[in-house]
């Protein structure tokens, strides 16, 4: 095999680079549109649900007095509210410590038949930890909020 | 009285540091070459001051003086002797003086012993790394100074978070920075060598120990620090996907890639822009991984105390650094002449696809990293995370991995296809028949893992073949250096492969008594008890396991109560054997007084972490060959200017 010649090799090699680069790019676009999970508030998934299948997030305040454990002792039922709109959502786990009725919530998971089926539930870890989805959240609905959960 | 003399002693270090950049800037001048022998002692001396304002800051943390902020911020009395040292650098001001700290060292350490590169492009380098310096000098005593008294002395410290207090903590940061930080050196080199239009084998060679030694501590940093997620989250994950997982992957990938395009600008004299922009880029990514976990716009443990004075101080620096060397490489890349010519069939190809697919691996977490922030921007908030990384990861590794069979086996700047074909295609048909029983036996197995465990089968024999044929005696280090990491990388993808593969869960409430299955396990709740630590109580499951009916086995986990400050940690309980881990987690009280478990059985999953560590053991040895041959090579040289002189007289 001939070798080529140095100018066209570096314009060969930069031109690799940069279908490479693109290729990237382009691939990380078109896979972060289908596999970016997208916040929602309760008001938001009942206003214009997710598809079934797409991983979604639902941030809000666990509603009290909505708490029920499951007979099998490891899934929870419980109710995440903004004030607007009411999400029942389904865990099944070791809920995080924090993890009380009328404190923010953040679930990871999908849309099912109206039940949101969380796979992940971060809730705040102390004073100093808050997700960041739920500062933001608290902050913006603070005020419904608040007259929700008193 | 330490505290001070600890402050006084970072100013005189960042005061020397703008001497060395101007002695440094001035000796390259055309009549500064009087200051030519200054600049490696001020250099050392930096170091040094800034290490002994590092080491009276551990003295304070260890003596838990209260009447510094940072101390009784971050301090207790209490706590145990192990924390009190970590804690040093357990929080935002004492890990950026670590920073500093190695940045300073490290500059030192380069001044002190490297005799290879040429005199003006080590004055430049180590101007540059004085000048990289200065702003996280100024970026500490300005934006975070940890020496800041209190007007009163606290009480008492308030403590460390609970997840900090973990051995993990005495090990990840360390290494992690070492790693991190020591690619500075690799930046400042690619400044120097760009200033003094001296990019060539020379430089490369003389780079190249330096970057190994960076990049070793940062494999070790990054594979400490998914073991200590792993064990400490309770999750049983051994990788999430965060972004400050992301920060410190991205300066590797650049790195490994600079490891390999250096190793072709050493020996051919080819990809010469490449390669300094790679040392660029790595730094870089270091930096922009500072930013991301620094300023606040992340939440996470490793973000400490928000502070948005500090985002914007640290993207400045960012826009200085990164702007400033991007601004000289565009100036400075048209005099870096062509390097020389090779085939598409050679080992420079297979190293220059190799770099192509890991900086293609660099772009897509980056852009997976920086999405979340540029849509949140624009009001819409978005989270990304292993859907998106596995399978996009996977379509740049897996070619990589193949290419890997073939490319340690090419001859430098040509060579034949068929000379290759048959030693590859042992490593192939391995491959292949993994793949063929896997797809056979586990029809059900997802695609990621099959191919994942295909490829790490092919890729251990493809990486000691080699050594094959050759006087193994005779071959030097830096090829078993390469055979070993090769094989650490099958051996990590195929932990990875297998946990994601075959890894059984298990979560059920559980009575005292009763049993579980999870896997080849046989898991019985023998009792629940409350035990004191030092500074913690936890409730504690006495678990007695045993593996296919053999002899139990006891684990304990524990849900452990800190006091100070309050927090509340889960601590795993693992029974690691040769072809697996189980790992176990204890929830809480069920309201019917059942307690809940969550139970994992993950064969093969420890291969993960020894393979990270035969990686960075592959990068040592390379390292240590080289250095043999550096010093034998400057004994020689010395042996013979001493004869030359004794023949003159």
Redesign the interface.
């Known amino acids: 095999m001939s070798t080529i010649k140095p100018k066209h090799q570096r314009l060969v090699l930069v031109v690799i680079a940069l279908v490479a680069l693109v290729g990237a790019g382009l691939l990380a676009a078109f896979a972060l549109k289908s596999q970016a999970s997208y916040f929602y508030l309760p008001s938001d998934i009942v206003a214009k649900p997710p598809e079934a299948d797409r991983a979604v997030r639902l941030g809000g305040m666990v509603e009290k007095g909505s708490i029920a454990h499951s007979p099998d002792g490891i899934t929870v039922q419980f109710i995440v509210a903004d004030g607007k709109a009411r999400v029942p959502v389904r865990f099944t786990g070791i809920t995080p410590e924090l993890f009380v009725e009328g404190s923010g919530v953040v679930a990871e998971g999908h849309l099912q038949a109206g039940t949101f089926m969380a796979d992940n539930l971060l809730a705040k870890h102390d004073e100093k930890y808050v997700p960041r989805e739920m500062r933001d959240m608290t902050k913006a609905q603070a005020k419904a909020v608040i007259a929700e959960t008193k | 009285m330490i505290a001070e003399i600890g402050l006084a002693m970072l100013w005189m270090a960042a005061a020397l540091a703008l001497l060395q950049l101007f002695a440094g800037a001035l000796a390259l001048r055309p009549g500064g070459t009087a200051l030519i022998p200054v600049v490696r002692p001020l250099a050392m001396m930096q170091g040094l001051l800034v290490a002994a304002a590092f080491a009276s800051l551990i003295t304070l943390f260890l003596t838990t003086d209260l009447s510094v902020k940072l101390v009784a911020e971050n301090s207790h009395s209490l706590k145990p002797f192990i924390f009190k040292l970590a804690g040093t650098w357990g929080n935002h001001e004492g890990s950026m003086l670590m920073w500093v700290t190695i940045m300073g060292l490290g500059g030192g350490f380069v001044a002190l012993v490297e005799r290879r590169l040429r005199e003006d492009t080590l004055i430049a380098t180590l101007a540059g790394q004085a000048f990289v310096s200065l702003g996280f000098y100024a970026f500490l005593l300005l934006a975070s100074n940890p020496f800041a008294r209190l007007p009163e002395p606290a009480p008492e410290g308030q403590g460390l978070?609970p997840?900090l207090q973990d051995v993990g903590l005495a090990f990840h940061p360390p290494t992690l920075y070492v790693g991190y930080v020591g690619l500075s050196i690799a930046f400042s080199f690619a400044i120097g060598a760009l200033v003094t239009r001296d990019v060539g084998p020379a430089f490369a060679r003389a780079m190249r120990p330096w970057v190994l030694g960076a990049w070793i501590f940062l494999t070790l940093g990054i594979t400490a620090g998914s073991y200590w997620a792993y064990y400490t989250l309770?999750w049983g994950g051994w990788w999430f996907w965060d972004p400050v997982e992301n920060a410190s992957l991205m300066p590797w990938l650049a790195a490994t890639a600079l490891l390999h395009s250096a190793s072709v600008l050493a020996a051919r004299n080819a990809?010469r822009a490449?390669t300094v922009m790679l040392g660029v880029v790595a730094f870089s990514m270091s930096m922009i991984g500072t930013f991301l976990v620094r300023s606040g716009i992340?939440?996470?443990?490793h973000a400490f105390?928000v502070d948005p004075t500090r985002g914007s101080f640290i993207l400045s620096l960012l826009a200085i650094y990164i702007g400033g060397a991007l601004a000289l490489f565009a100036l400075r890349a048209s005099t870096v002449t062509?390097?020389a010519?090779?085939?598409?069939?050679s080992r420079e190809a297979a190293l220059?696809f190799n770099n192509?697919?890991l900086?293609?691996?660099l772009?897509?977490v980056l852009?997976?990293t920086l999405?979340?922030l540029l849509?949140e921007a624009f009001g819409?908030?978005?989270?990304?995370?292993p859907?998106?990384f596995n399978?996009?990861a996977a379509?740049?590794v897996l070619p990589m991995i193949v290419v890997m069979f073939v490319g340690p086996l090419l001859r430098w700047?040509?060579d034949?296809a068929a000379r290759v074909t048959a030693p590859v295609a042992i490593p192939a048909v391995v491959a292949a028949f993994v793949l063929f029983v896997l797809v056979l036996a586990e029809p059900q197995m997802k695609l990621l893992p099959t191919l994942g465990l295909g490829a790490a089968a092919g890729l251990a024999v493809a990486s000691v073949i080699p050594l094959f044929g050759r006087n193994l005696r005779r071959t030097p280090l830096p090829t078993y250096g390469m055979v070993v990491a090769h094989f650490g990388i099958a051996v990590a993808l195929a932990g990875i492969a297998s946990d994601s593969a075959f890894s059984t869960e298990k979560?059920?409430?559980v009575n005292v008594g009763d049993s579980q299955q999870v896997g080849p396990w046989t898991i019985a709740l023998t009792g629940i008890e409350p035990i004191a630590g030092q500074n913690w109580t936890a409730l504690q499951a006495n678990l007695s396991a045993s593996y296919a009916g053999g002899a139990p086995v006891a684990l304990q986990p524990q849900a452990r109560s800190f006091s100070s400050?309050?927090?509340?940690r889960?601590e795993s309980a693992l029974k690691t054997r040769w072809n697996g881990q189980l790992y176990t987690?204890l929830?809480?009280e069920?309201?019917?007084g059942?307690w809940?478990l969550?139970l994992w059985w993950k064969p093969f999953v420890p291969l993960i972490w020894l393979g990270g560590a035969l990686v960075a053991l592959g990068g040592a040895l390379s390292l240590l060959g080289r250095v043999i041959r550096d010093v034998t090579r400057l004994r020689a040289e010395s042996k013979i200017a001493w004869r030359r002189e004794r023949q003159g007289r």
Do not use: H
Request: positive net charge.
């Open positions: 978070n997840l309770g990809l490449w992340l939440t996470s443990v105390a062509e390097g010519r090779f085939a598409p069939v220059v192509v697919m900086c293609g691996i772009g897509i852009v997976g999405y979340p849509t819409q908030k978005v989270s990304v995370g859907p998106y399978p996009v379509i740049f700047r040509e034949k979560l059920a409430a400050p309050p927090g509340q889960t987690v929830g809480e069920a309201e019917d059942r809940q969550r």
